[in-house]
């Protein structure tokens, strides 16, 4: 459980190259993560670290948006961000499990960003079936779309319009 003072501690995205390698390791490494990540795969390395940020950087040179390294403090707590499919912005937030907590301040702070920027009219969420609770995107003003497949796995697919 996070203290009071850690929760109020400032949020901050940066892009994920400016975080040490080995935190990015030690997250994407947690078994925990496996739980609500369908697409996960197994035996990261740092050859993996590496293909993960350049494919991330990549979006940020297609679309000029893509995923943020999440730091609080100086302390990276995960990754998170816009990625553009086909003609959606799909949002993504991977956290540190010790970090769950804040996953909807964090997405609070994204949509706001969403909103601001022109280029997206709305914003699609991909929840694992594992995920049970949605009341967190319904206070945002989430809608529930349906059951997807991406990549061979289930999703359940939430949109928020922004524009």
Request: charged share 25%; net charge negative; proline share 4%.
């Amino acid at each position: 459980m996070l203290s009071r003072s850690e929760i109020e501690m400032k949020l901050t995205f940066t892009r994920l190259p400016e975080v040490d390698p080995q935190d990015i390791l030690s997250h994407m490494s947690d078994p925990r993560l496996a739980e609500h990540l369908p697409l996960l795969t197994s035996g990261w390395d740092n050859a993996a670290v590496d293909q993960f940020v350049q494919v991330k950087e990549e979006y940020w040179v297609r679309d000029g948006l893509g995923h943020w390294a999440i730091l609080q403090g100086d302390t990276y707590i995960g990754w998170g961000g816009f990625q553009k499919e086909g003609d959606e912005w799909d949002y993504g937030l991977v956290l540190r499990p010790e970090c769950f907590g804040l996953g909807s301040r964090i997405t609070r702070q994204a949509i706001e960003f969403a909103i601001a920027d022109t280029r997206i009219p709305f914003v699609t969420f991909l929840l694992p079936l594992s995920r049970r609770k949605s009341g967190a995107l319904a206070r945002l003003g989430a809608h529930y779309i349906g059951e997807i497949e991406y990549e061979g796995a289930k999703f359940r697919k939430y949109r928020i319009k922004t524009g």
